[in-house]
């Protein structure tokens, strides 16, 4: 390695399938759920879109929890997406903050505006299955956490215990490591 650079070599068993994206639209964020469905966030129309796990198209999440077969905005941009064991989607935005989905049926889902997390820049969000809790890294908030995602109404602290809060308020990616550590990206 040169130049701090960073190299990844894959011998990938199956060719890399494209997604076809219509209208074209840059990519912001992508996550398959447990159910084999793709989530794919765009950034230049604002669409959240659904696809079945043979890549094809189920349609765009409309603001109120709907699948629908045409364009429609999500209405917030999303820059990231997690799935808790419950089978909830947590979708983060910026400049609106954190959503959950809750499936309603295939295609309808509850859409909860966690209103209380004050965070408005969700840049990453990760779901900790051994302390069941929610992380979420914030640009200008720091780094944050829902104690109890299954609740109705979720509590969300926006001061961690141990976090250098005062010199690393934009988080931009978390990672949990096999070992139990947290480790997050700032600028």
Known sequence: IENDAL???????????????????????LRQDSQGRIWLA?????????????????GYLSPDGRVLPRYVSFGAPVYSFAETPDGSIWLGSKPNGLYRLRARSQSV?????IDDFGLHGVYDIKADTVCRQLWIATLGGGL????????????VVRRVAGYPA???????YIHLSQSGFLIAATT
């Open 7 to 29: 190299l990844c070599y894959s011998q990938a068993s199956q060719p890399a399938a494209a997604l076809d994206i219509e209208p074209q639209a840059v990519v912001r964020c």
């Open 42 to 58: 765009t950034r230049n129309d604002g669409a959240v879109r659904l696809y079945d796990d043979r890549l094809q198209l189920l």
């Open 109 to 113: 889902f509850f859409v909860d505006f």
């Open 144 to 155: 944050a956490s829902v104690q109890d995602y299954t609740a109705e109404q979720p509590r």
């Open 166 to 172: 005062s010199v690393s308020q934009r988080v931009r």
